[in-house]
């Protein structure tokens, strides 16, 4: 039976810059148009943002990836940066209605993503209550310091331990492949938002269940512990 809830934060909750980021600082090293979002959802999505840096250079045929994520990395962060002065941040509206959908129900939420810049992001972001995003969650571990990234669990478990919940009783709500394989691996429910055409990849990392929208998620089971979508 679910209890609790750990959200990832970028491409769940968020439509943040970080796939243009990623994307625009990546002049100089590789051919920008050959960086498509099912790269950015293949090898950088949920994973440390140097871990992401080098998988993506890798994947490029880059040569001396490994010398090169460094300076790669920076170059996205100051990007990034750039972008969310200019107010590129927004919520996913279902993902609001969901969250909150989810904290009524009395279950304990975590944010956890790998990003260092997504307590940030969340702050930006106002719910009609007055509160920022970051309130609702009794527990937020992103960007914590972890020996190991997704698609390792550590993170995910760093989370429930923290709400004092059991893994077991945690449903994790990602959009990326790595965070899907993550949830698996540390015992929790998996659940899959596919915002960008990439359900197969999500199904294939192992996702338990996969939508579109939140809003696809059936509350009323949710109410009694189990994931299921809406029925039409």
């Not at 596919?194 to 696809?216: I, N, P």
Request: hydrophobic share 45%; proline share 4%; glycine share 10%.
């Amino acid at each position: 039976m679910l209890t609790a809830a750990i959200f990832d934060v970028d491409g769940v909750l968020l439509a943040s810059p970080h796939e243009r980021a990623w994307r625009e600082a990546l002049a100089g090293f590789a051919e920008t148009e050959r960086f498509t979002t099912a790269m950015y959802q293949s090898q950088i999505a949920g994973k440390p943002r140097l871990d992401g840096a080098r998988s993506a250079l890798e994947a490029l045929g880059v040569n001396n990836a490994g010398r090169h994520a460094v300076a790669y990395a920076e170059r996205k962060q100051a990007r990034l940066e750039e972008l969310m002065r200019t107010g590129g941040i927004e919520a996913f509206p279902d993902a609001l209605r969901f969250i909150e959908a989810v904290a009524a129900l009395g279950w304990p939420v975590a944010a956890a993503s790998s990003s260092r810049n997504a307590t940030e992001m969340m702050r930006s972001i106002r719910l009609g209550t007055g509160q920022s995003l970051l309130d609702i969650f009794r527990v937020n571990v992103s960007g914590r310091e972890v020996k190991h990234g997704k698609p390792d669990p550590e993170l995910f478990l760093i989370a429930a331990d923290e709400l004092g919940v059991s893994p077991t009783r945690c449903l994790v709500v990602e959009d990326a492949p790595a965070g899907i394989q993550a949830a698996r691996a540390g015992g929790m429910a998996a659940l899959g938002v596919a915002r960008l055409g990439d359900a197969d990849q999500l199904r294939t990392a192992g996702s338990h269940l996969v939508v579109e929208t939140l809003d696809e998620i059936a509350l009323v089971d949710l109410a009694q512990g189990r994931l299921k979508a809406r029925t039409p």
